[in-house]
């Protein structure tokens, strides 16, 4: 009977991986030459063609989506309303304890309407060079320089994105993970850094790496002491929303075991937490002690749910008291439908590329 499951595991395991692969080469390569075909339009209407790609975008990243749904990994989502939030300009920060975080937020966002075609995402510049990383070129997505030596250029890279692609775009959300890194490797040298320097010694996050943060808020919450460098109004920043991702039993996913569903079913936990932006401090120093006071209440909610399997809410939520409190746990709900019109469209994109390709080949050869 053991032999059997294990069979069964590993065919399912095959599967898996071998349907992501397959995924991957009907999804990316289309959504380049759908991109590729409209060009044109970046020039003479790029209103349109941004609403174009926004909708690909979104389209495409439902199938990473579907990778994390289908094998039983559920997103319970609770705290503030978020919705207050998804049409303004807003600063998304959240702790980073592995590769499943973006899928995972992928998947959250996607069931929500207009968030992914209006993101932006801040990642290490090592992204660029995968395989997803052409679509997040074409997003215009930002790839961050990592390591000491390249600190200024990354925060001077980041501001100059801002005003050229972010602002310009009219896109909303940006992500940004401030620890720069996954927990476990991060963890011991944050504390050292926080023994040196007289902070607190944290276990289930690590202290936030401040220069990304220090560039959005000087770009998105120009000092009213230096009017020469405000933005429109308009264009600022409107709300931070922290989201303390949570795995069960501290134990968290990671993207090969989402695509190999080797796992059993499981919910990953989003506390959200909304803060206006006229809360946050525009000094230096100010805005460090404020996201640092952030993570050490991070701490402590991770610190409650292992302990406990409930997440504080009601202590920890800056807008509980809007529109009658929290939201209640509920989970992210999917639409398969919807999943699966979206491969039919990919696929049939696909066919239809190579037929145009092949036609043409066909008047060198």
Known sequence: EMYKMSILVLLKVVFRVLFVVINNIYCIPTFCVWMFLFQPLRYYKPTLYWKIEGTFYH???AMVSMWSWSAGYDIVEMGDDLR????????????????????????????????????MWIMDRVFKFTNFGIVSVIH?????????????????????????????????LMVLFPEGGFLRKRREASKRYALKNNLPMLNNVSLPRMGAMHGIVEVMCPNPK????????????????????????????DL??????????????????LYPSN????????????????????EKILDEFYKTGTMPVADYCPMSSVDGGPLPPQVVQQDPLRFLLLHLFFIASSYLHFRIASYAISFVW
């Open 59 to 61: 389209w495409l990243l």
């Open 84 to 119: 207050l939030c998804l049409e303004d300009r807003t600063l998304v920060i959240a702790n980073h304890q592995s590769t499943a975080d973006v899928p995972l937020l992928m998947a959250n966002f996607n069931a929500k309407k207009n968030v992914l075609p209006n993101i």
């Open 140 to 172: 215009e997505d930002f790839f961050i320089l990592s390591g000491k030596d390249a600190r200024e250029e990354a925060v001077t890279l980041l501001k100059d994105h801002l005003h050229r692609s972010y602002l310009p775009l009219n896109k909303k």
């Open 226 to 253: 230096t009017p020469s460098e405000r933005i429109p109004e308009n264009n600022q920043l409107r709300w931070v929303l922290d989201i303390t991702i949570a795995y069960p039993d501290g134990k968290p996913l």
């Open 256 to 273: 090969r075991t989402i695509v190999a569903g080797t796992r059993k079913p499981c919910q990953t936990f989003m506390f959200y937490r």
């Open 279 to 298: 809360e946050l401090p525009v000094d230096r120093d100010e805005v460090t002690k404020w996201l640092f006071t952030r993570w050490e209440e991070k």
